[in-house]
């Protein structure tokens, strides 16, 4: 325990020496917001993982493979990587350029440029109000683990979590979250990596695999492990098929995860990341997500029910049995550094959206005092999530679980318009974002739980039914 302990305070003392070390590189809003545009091929590829990857990953995308079987660890292997090639094949190279073309350091700025100030103003709604219920659940997942494998409260993991990321991010900006997510990115594939290598030489090699076979036949196969509501349905496949897809997908529109490609230095950097993220990407997938259906190699029978009510305990369970202590200690750093290397960027944009987006339209103030408020409104940001993270209601719970579908579906569609459309339709974009939000709280509340289809599918479908609508009507 306390080798675990001094290993995660050191690791919060460097996070916090980075940011007061990239405070005197901070000094302007174009620094502050996205890091000058000098960022190389490492920086951008390793930040970009770091913030994809949440505790989400490590907890949750891992241990469900305990519930579901190697069913959901090959079908979220293949879209993480085909989504990842996808991005920076697609996305950023015309990203780049456009935004370069019209000076923006926003997502939602190169909205506006494109498809006017409304369009602007509602894709920075989106992003305060879902990115802070986002935040919500990997907080929770911080928490849960820190309580796990510390001598501390929930609460207290909560807490240290938000302090350390407000702390670095307000005073570094986009410099230290990035600086820091190239470390933590490090971490957590180094952490994968030793996860994966250290169960299979536990469990004697290879021949695990056999011995899981025969233990349970069923993790092997398409179609028979899932929630009982859903293998009563006959859903398992939609059901595995579309979580899996819109976990994946996020990486071709979530504004915290492409806002990287204008911060890119030029278009080598990018084609150099086009190799290297991908690859990255998929050597973490393989090794984290097909860890959860080694659990039943180590949880007895008799427990299962327990760990099959909640796949979040799955991971922490099987490495304090299994791994020596030293493990353990840089496995709690991995995880944690996911959890810290997305928030910051979650909370970044959101503070960029509030004031770039929100403020500078309704009235204007010097860039001086936009950094001003950029700073301060990152640990306000910070926080908000913490208070329903401490005890959330079920209603948190269903908007935590929609967020995610809607930040993917909204944006999606009108960004390969404004990539790829010679005159992108400012009506349609905006019809479109709106739809897509309204259609994913509508399948969320009352369709998800008879279709057990998640609801960034139909948000997607929507979206781009939305806007080839209303481009027709223009055109007629």
């Known amino acids: 325990m306390i080798l675990i302990l001094g290993v995660f305070i050191a690791y919060l003392i460097l996070m916090v020496l980075i940011g007061l070390y990239e405070y005197r590189r901070t000094k302007n809003l174009p620094e502050f917001y996205i890091a000058g545009k000098k960022l190389g091929a490492l920086a951008v590829s390793f930040s970009f993982f770091a913030t994809y990857f949440s505790t989400a990953a490590f907890l949750g995308g891992s241990g469900t493979g305990f519930l579901l079987g190697f069913q959901w660890s090959a079908f979220l292997i293949f879209f993480h990587i085909l989504f990842a090639i996808l991005a920076w094949l697609i996305i950023a190279p015309p990203m780049k350029r456009i935004a370069d073309q019209h000076g923006v350091m926003t997502i939602p700025e190169l909205f506006g440029k494109s498809f006017g100030k409304s369009a602007q103003i509602i894709c920075a709604l989106v992003i305060l109000f879902f990115f802070e219920f986002y935040m919500v659940s990997i907080y929770k997942g911080a928490g849960n683990l820190l309580q796990t494998m510390l001598p501390i409260s929930y609460l207290d993991g909560l807490l240290i979590t938000a302090v350390i990321v407000a702390l670095y991010t307000a005073i570094g900006g986009f410099r230290a979250v990035v600086t820091t997510d190239i470390i933590q990115g490090f971490i957590m594939l180094f952490g994968a990596i030793l996860l994966f290598l250290s169960l299979f030489y536990y469990f004697g090699g290879f021949s695990a695999i056999s011995t899981l076979a025969q233990t349970k036949p069923e993790l ?141 339209n309704i009235t204007k103030i010097q860039d001086s005092t936009a950094l001003k408020l950029t700073r301060i409104s990152i640990p306000l940001l910070a926080l908000i999530p913490v208070a329903f993270a401490v005890n959330p209601p079920d209603i948190i719970v269903g908007i935590v679980g929609v967020s995610f579908s809607v930040i993917t579906s909204a944006f999606l569609i009108p960004l390969l318009a404004l990539l790829y459309s010679k005159k992108p339709g400012q009506g349609a974009a905006v019809a479109s974002m709106i739809v897509a939000t309204a259609v994913c709280i509508i399948w969320q509340v009352y369709f998800y739980p008879v279709y057990f289809t998640y609801p960034v599918v139909p948000g997607v479908l929507a979206s781009a039914a939305t806007y080839l609508a209303f481009n027709l009507k223009k055109k007629s």
Request: with cysteine; glycine share 6%.
């Open 220 to 360: 092997f196969e398409f179609g028979k492990l899932g929630p009982k509501p859903v293998v009563d349905a006959g859903m398992v496949i939609p059901f595995v098929l579309s979580l899996t897809f819109a976990i994946s997908v996020a990486q071709l529109s979530s504004p915290q995860l492409v806002v990287r490609f204008i911060a890119a230095k030029d278009q080598r950097v990018l084609a150099y990341g086009m190799i290297l993220t991908p690859l990255i990407v998929g050597i973490f997938a393989i090794c984290v997500f097909s860890i959860g259906p080694f659990g039943w190699l180590v949880i007895q029978k008799e427990e299962a029910s327990t760990f099959l009510k909640d796949v979040d305990r799955v991971v922490p369970y099987i490495a304090m049995k299994v791994l020596p202590e030293g493990i353990n200690a840089l496995l709690l750093t991995a995880i944690i550094a996911a959890a810290m290397s997305t928030i910051n960027s979650l909370v970044h944009v959101s503070a960029t959206a509030l004031v770039r987006d929100l403020i500078q």
